[in-house]
């Protein structure tokens, strides 16, 4: 297959990282198939789609997708400190969502009841996760309480499209 397409052959080079002192291969073998992302360079740009906080005994929405829109989240983050008097049940606090009509666990944190603590985690998804419009995503806390205090925090990475 003869690339003759400057264009094409300058993107190829540039995403395969070569120089203009490695050359370019002219001609690929027939089993080598080119292939060449389309998607507009500034729909990729990881954004901090929402950040909240809560201290309310609750679990609240952290961001809802849009009308129209589609969402791909390629990370979060999420943050907790209780007090030692808390007694929310041992669990986990997570940010949590549907896809594909199952409730999925984005990340989630381990609680102890009773117990002073403080803790904090961050996942980078290789592959982002598409969420369609009107999908909630959540900031769930363990298990409810009724004394003592408890603060979280998450965080929403990622990148919206308008749906097609």
Same mark, same amino acid.
């Given at each position: 297959?003869?690339?003759?397409?400057?264009?094409?052959?300058?993107?190829?080079? $540039?995403?395969?990282?070569?120089?203009?002192? $490695? @050359?370019? &291969?002219?001609?690929?073998?027939?089993?080598?198939?080119?292939? =060449?992302?389309? #998607?507009?360079?500034?729909?990729?740009?990881?954004?901090?789609? *929402?950040?909240?906080?809560?201290?309310?005994?609750?679990?609240?929405?952290? !961001?809802?997708? &849009?009308? *129209? *829109?589609?969402? !791909?989240?390629?990370?979060?983050?999420?943050?907790?400190?209780?007090?030692?008097?808390?007694?929310?049940?041992?669990?986990?606090?997570?940010?949590?969502?549907?896809?594909? @009509?199952?409730?999925?666990?984005?990340?989630?944190?381990?609680?102890?009841?009773?117990?002073?603590?403080?803790?904090?985690?961050?996942?980078?998804?290789?592959?982002?996760?598409?969420?369609?419009?009107?999908?909630?995503?959540?900031?769930?806390?363990?298990?409810?309480? #009724?004394? @003592?205090? =408890?603060?979280?925090?998450?965080?929403? !990475?990622? !990148? $919206?499209?308008? $749906?097609?």
């Amino acid at each position: 297959m003869q690339i003759q397409n400057e264009d094409a052959t300058r993107i190829i080079r $540039e995403q395969a990282k070569l120089t203009l002192s $490695e @050359g370019f &291969p002219q001609v690929l073998l027939p089993n080598v198939v080119p292939v =060449m992302d389309m #998607t507009p360079r500034f729909h990729r740009r990881t954004n901090i789609i *929402k950040d909240s906080g809560t201290t309310a005994n609750s679990n609240p929405t952290i !961001y809802t997708v &849009p009308a *129209k *829109k589609i969402l !791909y989240v390629t990370g979060a983050r999420l943050a907790f400190v209780k007090s030692a008097d808390c007694d929310c049940g041992t669990g986990f606090n997570l940010i949590s969502c549907p896809v594909d @009509g199952a409730s999925v666990t984005l990340i989630s944190l381990p609680v102890l009841a009773l117990t002073q603590e403080r803790d904090s985690g961050q996942i980078t998804f290789d592959n982002p996760i598409k969420l369609t419009a009107g999908t909630a995503i959540l900031n769930n806390r363990a298990a409810s309480f #009724t004394t @003592g205090s =408890m603060a979280r925090s998450a965080t929403i !990475y990622g !990148y $919206e499209v308008d $749906e097609i």
